[in-house]
Protein backbone atom coordinates (compact mmCIF):
# COMPACT_ATOMS: atom_id res chain seq x y z
CA UNK A 1 0.00 0.00 0.00
CA UNK A 2 1.36 3.00 -1.08
CA UNK A 3 1.07 6.37 0.22
CA UNK A 4 2.19 8.42 3.35
CA UNK A 5 1.64 6.78 6.76
CA UNK A 6 1.15 8.27 10.16
CA UNK A 7 2.63 6.39 13.26
CA UNK A 8 1.36 7.48 16.41
CA UNK A 9 3.03 7.39 19.74
CA UNK A 10 0.42 4.07 21.13
CA UNK A 11 1.41 2.25 17.85
CA UNK A 12 -1.49 2.73 16.16
CA UNK A 13 -1.17 3.90 12.89
CA UNK A 14 -3.15 5.29 9.66
CA UNK A 15 -2.93 6.07 5.93
CA UNK A 16 -2.39 10.10 6.25
CA UNK A 17 -4.77 12.21 3.47
CA UNK A 18 -3.35 13.72 0.53
CA UNK A 19 -3.14 17.41 0.29
CA UNK A 20 -4.64 19.08 -2.27
CA UNK A 21 -1.35 20.48 -3.17
CA UNK A 22 -0.21 17.23 -4.16
CA UNK A 23 -3.32 16.21 -5.92
CA UNK A 24 -3.41 19.40 -8.37
CA UNK A 25 -3.07 18.51 -12.05
CA UNK A 26 -0.03 19.85 -14.16
CA UNK A 27 0.37 20.86 -17.85
CA UNK A 28 3.25 20.15 -19.69
CA UNK A 29 3.54 23.21 -21.67
CA UNK A 30 5.65 23.53 -24.61
CA UNK A 31 7.55 27.35 -23.85
CA UNK A 32 8.40 27.66 -27.81
CA UNK A 33 4.94 28.11 -28.40
CA UNK A 34 2.48 27.98 -25.24
CA UNK A 35 0.67 24.71 -26.32
CA UNK A 36 -0.27 22.75 -23.22
CA UNK A 37 0.50 19.14 -24.67
CA UNK A 38 -2.81 17.57 -23.84
CA UNK A 39 -1.98 13.64 -26.30
CA UNK A 40 0.46 11.80 -27.17
CA UNK A 41 0.09 13.06 -30.64
CA UNK A 42 1.03 16.39 -30.26
CA UNK A 43 3.52 15.52 -27.74
CA UNK A 44 5.62 13.40 -30.73
CA UNK A 45 5.32 16.02 -32.91
CA UNK A 46 7.07 18.40 -30.75
CA UNK A 47 9.87 15.75 -29.55
CA UNK A 48 10.23 15.02 -33.34
CA UNK A 49 11.13 18.51 -34.33
CA UNK A 50 13.41 18.39 -31.06
CA UNK A 51 15.08 14.98 -32.78
CA UNK A 52 13.26 12.16 -30.93
CA UNK A 53 12.69 9.56 -32.75
CA UNK A 54 9.84 6.74 -31.58
CA UNK A 55 11.89 3.56 -29.63
CA UNK A 56 10.37 0.27 -30.78
CA UNK A 57 13.10 -2.18 -29.28
CA UNK A 58 12.18 -1.24 -25.66
CA UNK A 59 8.44 -2.64 -23.19
CA UNK A 60 5.78 -2.74 -25.38
CA UNK A 61 3.59 -1.25 -22.46
CA UNK A 62 5.43 1.87 -22.67
CA UNK A 63 5.69 4.74 -25.45
CA UNK A 64 9.26 5.42 -26.19
CA UNK A 65 11.37 7.99 -27.08
CA UNK A 66 15.07 7.99 -27.90
CA UNK A 67 17.61 10.76 -29.51
CA UNK A 68 20.42 9.37 -32.05
CA UNK A 69 22.86 12.24 -30.17
CA UNK A 70 22.64 10.60 -26.11
CA UNK A 71 21.68 7.71 -24.34
CA UNK A 72 18.78 9.22 -23.18
CA UNK A 73 15.39 7.41 -23.16
CA UNK A 74 12.15 8.46 -22.60
CA UNK A 75 8.98 6.06 -21.48
CA UNK A 76 5.95 7.00 -20.75
CA UNK A 77 3.22 5.17 -20.00
CA UNK A 78 1.34 3.22 -23.03
CA UNK A 79 -2.13 5.13 -21.68
CA UNK A 80 -2.42 9.07 -21.73
CA UNK A 81 -4.22 9.10 -19.05
CA UNK A 82 -1.50 7.65 -17.11
CA UNK A 83 1.23 10.54 -17.97
CA UNK A 84 1.56 12.30 -14.86
CA UNK A 85 4.19 14.95 -13.17
CA UNK A 86 6.90 12.46 -12.97
CA UNK A 87 6.90 11.73 -16.67
CA UNK A 88 6.79 15.40 -17.17
CA UNK A 89 9.95 16.30 -15.44
CA UNK A 90 11.35 13.58 -17.28
CA UNK A 91 10.84 15.28 -20.55
CA UNK A 92 11.60 18.34 -18.58
CA UNK A 93 14.65 17.40 -17.99
CA UNK A 94 15.91 16.03 -20.68
CA UNK A 95 14.87 19.08 -22.93
CA UNK A 96 16.44 21.75 -21.07
CA UNK A 97 14.61 25.26 -21.53
CA UNK A 98 11.96 23.54 -24.48
CA UNK A 99 9.15 22.27 -21.80
CA UNK A 100 7.72 23.87 -18.73
CA UNK A 101 5.38 21.96 -16.04
CA UNK A 102 2.88 24.05 -14.39
CA UNK A 103 -0.13 23.91 -12.26
CA UNK A 104 -3.29 23.58 -14.20
CA UNK A 105 -4.33 26.40 -11.76
CA UNK A 106 -1.35 28.55 -13.22
Same mark, same amino acid.
Given at each position: ???? #??? %?????? &? *????? =?????? %? ?11 ? $??? $???? @?? &???? #? ?6 ? /???? *???? *? =?? @??? @? $??? &? *? ?10 ? @??? %?? /?????? &??? =? $?
Amino acid at each position: MSGV #WVF %KKEGMY &R *QAEAS =SNSSRR %KDLVYLPTGEVVN $SYE $SLEL @IL &RGLG #WERYYMGD /PDLY *QFHK *Q =SS @IDL @I $SLP &R *QFSRFNSVHMYD @IVV %KN /PNTFHV &RDM =S $S
